[in-house]
């Protein structure tokens, strides 16, 4: 299977998150969590067919880790919905697959059979697969957040709804720091160091360190809104990592930019 094949498995998943996400608020419930699962797996079957079509795992490039993020973010939000009965998750989780997914779409990519030396390593699959986990569950903390502050914008607030958003970000910045340490032991086995400060490198410290000041002020619970904004400001500072850095210009000498 290639990427030529995408369009098959993309606009059938697009249907059932779409139908998904109207369908948990106009109809049964049941049928709404069904078609999420449908979406998801016709997702898994594209993301098998071409890492077996491929010969290599598809996560080399930005398009690829599209491809997961849409998998995953799905993922996500079917079983933060499942246990915290929030309609909305299911319903964001499946408008964001949709969108990377449409992406890929207007966007196609052809890639390469083969990875270069420093990717053909254990490490590759594991270090980008928790990154991809923590991105989407850092995601839906924020739309979480956004929820919150209109809340206090009324002058009430949900309590449950901080629970999950503690939880989402405490899973999603463990997932992140996992990823850091992978990375900085495939690093030393690849070139030598653990850590260099390169673009990538300095951007995921700073976006650490935005996430650790949010979970440093929720355990403190003072400056309730200050909180709550540190999660959109943090996932910008993730999104700059993730895809921003890749376009600056001190960062085409990055070890990171392939």
Same mark, same amino acid.
């Given at each position: ?137 850092? #995601?839906?903390? &924020?739309? @979480? ?6 809340? =206090?914008?009324?002058? %009430? $607030? ?45 951007? #995921?410290?700073? &976006?650490? @360190? ?6 440093? =002020?929720?355990?403190? %619970? $003072? ?36």
């Amino acid at each position: 299977m290639t990427w030529d094949d995408f369009l098959w498995f993309a606009i059938p998943a697009i249907i059932c998150w779409l139908t998904a996400g109207i369908t948990i608020y106009a109809f049964k419930r049941k049928i709404g969590e069904w078609l999420m699962l449908c979406g998801i797996l016709i997702f898994a079957a594209f993301i098998v067919g071409l890492w077996i079509g491929q010969e290599r795992p598809p996560m080399r490039t930005i398009g690829e880790t599209r491809l997961w993020y849409s998998f995953f973010l799905s993922i996500v939000g079917f079983i933060t919905y499942k246990h915290w009965k929030y309609k909305w998750l299911l319903s964001f989780s499946g408008l964001m697959a949709i969108v990377f997914t449409c992406i890929n779409i207007f966007k196609p990519e052809i890639h390469s059979k083969h990875l270069m030396p420093a990717l053909q390593s254990y490490w590759f699959v594991p270090h980008v697969t928790v990154y991809i986990l923590s991105y989407a569950m850092l #995601a839906a903390a &924020t739309i @979480a957040s956004f929820i919150q502050l209109r809340k =206090l914008g009324r002058g %009430s $607030s949900d309590s449950q709804l901080y629970q999950l958003m503690d939880n989402l970000v405490y899973v999603g910045f463990g997932f992140l720091m996992l990823g850091m340490l992978m990375g900085c032991i495939w690093a030393k086995e690849a070139w030598g160091h653990y850590w260099s400060w390169d673009p990538k490198e300095t951007w #995921a410290f700073v &976006t650490a @360190a935005a996430y650790l000041v949010y979970i440093h =002020l929720r355990l403190r %619970s $003072s400056h309730p809104r200050f909180t709550l904004w540190m999660l959109p400001v943090s996932f910008v500072l993730l999104l700059i990592t993730w895809i921003g850095v890749n376009y600056l210009p001190a960062a085409q000498g990055s070890i990171h930019v392939y």
